[in-house]
């Protein structure tokens, strides 16, 4: 990080310490992309906010190395029940899956989990976090942009990039002059967090009562978060009066004058989208980017995908790997995803939140006849109702003159799960892929298959090989080669996913996102599609080694890191 006496030159200025920063920062930090994180506040937030981790989060903080440093802080596989006004269950939700390597739901403490992604940060001498420094002016030139931070210590600064993760009142998109398009409820909730839980359960529940809607939520370290909605009579002094929150505990504890609050606050919920993600080198991720209803703990997750989806994107740019045209896909990808998040938390919260009864009977009659059906119970126990990213546009491609497949698994998060190599046994299939590019092949030779050309142009990228076998092949010799991990796959669970597509040859961004798939005889021009479509440049940036190696090698599984998802 340079600096002249008068300002600072960076790669990346991220604007907001919130968990999106701090999650993009460490993206950055590990690909040795110079960051300066700004906070206008003096600490962390410690004030009620997410509650639930989903699997894809967590295989984020896996790939920046902390999922072990957040698994602490969270509560896996936890049940969520919906009951009606006289306590009976509606609906359950206990996926029971965890394709992607981490269970589907996980209960989790924000400030603490945030706290360990701040700490990741200790690890790069190139990424400096600066408190009480509010971004007051901002203007894009043809050499970066170009920003001062107030404060009482003012710092000029000069970044080749700035994002936005500065939550739902964010400065950054107003610099860009990017409109904030949707809606904000009428209705308010008072969310109150209270130490050693006076329930004690592990799961959690939503009460569609038409008196007053609740939520009662277990999270981790004997912690007990209720939300429960305001009245439209009921003004926001009356709701933060401590005899009300008494009044509402009341109907869930048996004393409930004897807890110990944490913390609480009055929320209105927000369904918002930003008119662009992208403006030039400014860009927005998190709140800043879109907002939505608590319902189905997706907002901290939804923050943790863009960072993933921005990360690798960033600094394939920074580092001369691909083009600036990359950061085009950003706004072409998350948006279709964050929008079909936003219109199932408000549809959720439509359907918890009458208080009028006749409509909360009818709600009621609907959901327990749908429950009878088999396949529709299924669906809402297995959470199949969530939007899973599917990229059909953006960082993916498709053979050179071959039609999309339907069923193509292209634009998709591929699987993770548990493999034994050479050296290693039981592990994470990431942590063998590594945090950057990686081509995989079924029942092949990676060099043989791709060509001398193709294997050339993906080494210069810094990406991984990896030949999958069924795992009596473990052991064989034959196909060695220096520059490809051979992987066993130990459950079956790789074979089961090859079963299931023709397509043989699997290229993987660092998100895990399946940038495009085939089958073993077109995967050279599969390669030459994705180069151009990615606006990758294999001949130029730097290798960190004369092999193209990555910067950041993920260590063994007994003593990596790993981590979890965010919500709401």
């Given at each position: 990080m340079a600096g002249d006496g008068h300002g600072t030159d960076v790669d990346v200025l991220v604007v907001g310490a919130g968990p999106v920063g701090l999650t993009l920062a460490n993206i950055l930090g590990l690909q040795g992309v110079r960051t300066l994180v700004a906070e206008e506040r003096a600490t962390l937030i410690d004030y009620p906010r997410g509650v639930g981790l989903d699997d894809e989060g967590l295989?984020?903080?896996?790939?920046?190395?902390?999922?072990?440093?957040?698994?602490?802080?969270?509560?896996?596989?936890?049940?969520?029940?919906?009951?009606?006004?006289?306590?009976?269950?509606?609906?359950?939700?206990?996926?029971?899956?965890?394709?992607?390597?981490?269970?589907?739901?996980?209960?989790?403490?924000?400030?603490l989990v945030d706290a360990e992604l701040l700490r990741g940060l200790d690890r790069f001498g190139h990424v400096e976090v600066r408190w009480n420094s509010p971004m007051v002016r901002c203007a894009q030139a043809d050499d970066g942009v170009h920003a001062e931070l107030g404060g009482a210590n003012p710092l000029a600064v000069r970044a080749r990039y700035v994002v936005g993760c500065d939550g739902g009142r964010s400065v950054t998109r107003?610099?860009?002059?990017?409109?904030?398009?949707?809606?904000?409820?009428?209705?308010?909730?008072?969310?109150?967090?209270?130490?050693?839980?006076?329930?004690?359960h592990p799961n959690s529940e939503v009460g569609a009562d038409p008196e007053r809607p609740y939520a009662s939520i277990s999270i981790a370290h004997g912690i007990r978060r209720f939300e429960f909605m305001i009245h439209a009579e009921e003004t926001d002094e009356q709701a933060?009066?401590?005899?009300?929150?008494?009044?509402?505990?009341?109907?869930?504890?048996?004393?409930?004058?004897?807890?110990?609050?944490?913390?609480?606050?009055?929320?209105?919920?927000?369904?918002?989208?930003?008119?662009?993600?992208?403006?030039?080198?400014?860009?927005?991720?998190?709140?800043?980017?879109?907002?939505?209803?608590?319902?189905?703990g997706q907002g901290y997750n939804s923050g943790i995908r863009d960072a993933a989806n921005l990360g690798w994107k960033l600094?394939?740019?920074?580092?001369?790997?691909?083009?600036?045209?990359?950061?085009?896909?950003?706004?072409?990808?998350?948006?279709?995803?964050?929008?079909?998040?936003?219109?199932?938390?408000?549809?959720?919260?439509?359907?918890?939140s009458p208080t009028n009864r006749r409509v909360a009977r009818a709600r009621d009659a609907v959901i327990r006849s749908a429950?009878?059906?088999?396949?529709?119970?299924?669906?809402?126990?297995?959470?199949?109702?969530?939007?899973?990213?599917?990229?059909?546009?953006?960082?993916?491609?498709?053979?050179?003159?071959?039609?999309?497949?339907?069923?193509?698994?292209?634009?998709?998060?591929f699987v993770q799960p548990r493999v034994d190599t050479r050296t290693q046994r039981d592990v994470l299939l990431d942590d063998v892929l590594?945090?950057?590019?990686?081509?995989?092949?079924?029942?092949?030779?990676?060099?043989?298959?791709?060509?001398?050309?193709?294997?050339?142009?993906?080494?210069?990228?810094?990406?991984?090989?990896?030949?999958?076998?069924?795992?009596?092949?473990?052991?064989?010799?034959?196909?060695?080669?220096?520059?490809?991990?051979?992987?066993?796959?130990?459950?079956?669970?790789?074979?089961?996913?090859?079963?299931?597509?023709?397509?043989?040859?699997?290229?993987?961004?660092?998100?895990?996102?399946?940038?495009?798939?085939?089958?073993?005889?077109?995967?050279?021009?599969?390669?030459?599609?994705?180069?151009?479509?990615?606006?990758?440049?294999?001949?130029?940036?730097?290798?960190?080694?004369?092999?193209?190696s990555l910067l950041y090698v993920p260590q063994p599984a007994a003593e990596s890191t790993g981590a979890a998802a965010g919500s709401a």
């Open positions: 295989r984020t903080f896996q790939s920046i190395g902390l999922v072990e440093h957040v698994l602490p802080h969270t509560v896996p596989n936890q049940i969520l029940r919906f009951y009606d006004a006289k306590r009976r269950v509606l609906a359950e939700m206990a996926p029971p899956d965890s394709r992607f390597g981490w269970p589907k739901r996980n209960g989790f403490v924000q400030p107003g610099m860009m002059g990017v409109s904030f398009d949707g809606t904000t409820s009428p209705t308010r909730w008072l969310v109150v967090d209270i130490a050693n839980d006076p329930l004690g933060e009066d401590p005899a009300f929150l008494r009044q509402m505990l009341a109907r869930m504890v048996p004393y409930p004058d004897r807890v110990e609050v944490i913390r609480r606050r009055v929320y209105t919920h927000h369904s918002r989208i930003a008119g662009n993600f992208r403006n030039g080198r400014m860009l927005l991720a998190g709140d800043a980017a879109h907002l939505m209803p608590v319902w189905q600094s394939a740019v920074i580092r001369g790997k691909a083009a600036e045209a990359l950061l085009d896909t950003y706004d072409v990808e998350r948006r279709k995803h964050a929008r079909a998040m936003i219109d199932l938390s408000t549809m959720v919260g439509r359907v918890i429950s009878i059906v088999p396949s529709l119970k299924r669906y809402v126990l297995e959470m199949r109702f969530k939007p899973m990213p599917r990229y059909e546009q953006g960082a993916v491609a498709h053979p050179a003159g071959a039609a999309p497949r339907p069923g193509s698994p292209t634009g998709t998060l590594g945090n950057w590019f990686a081509v995989l092949c079924w029942n092949n030779d990676p060099r043989k298959i791709l060509g001398e050309r193709a294997f050339a142009d993906w080494k210069a990228l810094g990406a991984r090989f990896v030949a999958l076998r069924p795992l009596t092949q473990l052991g064989w010799t034959g196909q060695d080669d220096a520059d490809v991990v051979i992987v066993g796959d130990r459950g079956g669970h790789l074979k089961a996913w090859f079963d299931q597509h023709e397509e043989s040859v699997v290229f993987l961004r660092p998100d895990r996102c399946i940038a495009g798939a085939c089958i073993a005889q077109r995967s050279a021009e599969l390669s030459a599609a994705l180069i151009d479509a990615l606006s990758l440049t294999p001949e130029g940036g730097e290798s960190d080694s004369a092999t193209g």
